[in-house]
């Protein structure tokens, strides 16, 4: 599909009726693509290339936390993500945005500010909310975690979500189409760019990293 595009991806369908009524009231015209779940958002941009501007929420079906936004920006680089969450506090606002969110918008602000959020990034600014304080990430381990996560590819960020979903190795491989050596390489890399001895201690890493950000 070309032309202006949002993707929307949230499991609440109430609140997607939302964003989109809040879209359709923007000067220019857009079409909306809405995901319920992660499977969704990820179908949506594949088959959307040229989207403008994907909204997504941090928990849904198939994904929690930041692991979601890490598998999408690691694969649709060139797609601007805003988050869209409940939970607003300046840690959260930061991981997301360290983690290559082009912005942060509350569910608890009002129809304005959402389209005025929506806007700033489709100019190509990053949108976050007035009382974001900003300044670096006060853990230093939790810093250097969010470093090493960027270096993962597009498929060794889907093996650590699906790692931390508790898959094992051969699920892993069918939900892929790869072999299950193929995974086992995956997850020696991944292991070795998140400096950790076991695919527990790398769950319990992004765990840390994911910590009040339940949406």
């Known amino acids: 599909m070309t032309g202006q595009t949002i993707l929307i991806a949230d499991d609440h369908p109430l609140f997607r009726s939302a964003l989109k009524q809040a879209i359709s009231g923007m000067a220019t015209y857009y079409a909306v693509v809405e995901a319920g779940d992660f499977e969704g958002v990820q179908q949506a941009a594949r088959e959307n290339p040229e989207a403008d501007l994907l ?82 990430e006060t853990d230093p381990d939790i810093a250097d975690m969010l470093e090493r996560l960027q270096t993962l590819t597009p498929q060794q960020s889907r093996v650590l979500r699906m790692l931390c979903e508790g898959l094992l190795n051969k699920q892993i491989a069918y939900e892929l189409g790869v072999s299950e050596a193929t995974v086992k390489a995956h997850v020696s890399a991944i292991l070795l760019k998140l400096n950790v001895d076991s695919r527990t201690q790398a769950v319990i890493q992004l765990g840390k990293v994911n910590m009040a950000m339940v949406a």
Request: zero cysteines; charged letters at 20%; hydrophobic letters at 40%.
């Open 55 to 136: 909204l997504l929420d941090l928990a849904m079906p198939g994904v929690s936390g930041l692991s979601g936004l890490i598998t999408l920006k690691a694969e649709f680089s060139s797609l601007p993500i805003v988050v869209i969450s409940a939970s607003d506090d300046n840690d959260t606002i930061r991981r997301t945005l360290a983690l290559g969110a082009s912005g942060f918008i509350s569910k608890s602000v009002g129809i304005d500010e959402l389209r005025n959020g929506i806007r700033t990034v489709l100019s190509g600014e990053i949108y976050t909310p007035d009382d974001f304080e900003g300044g670096e």
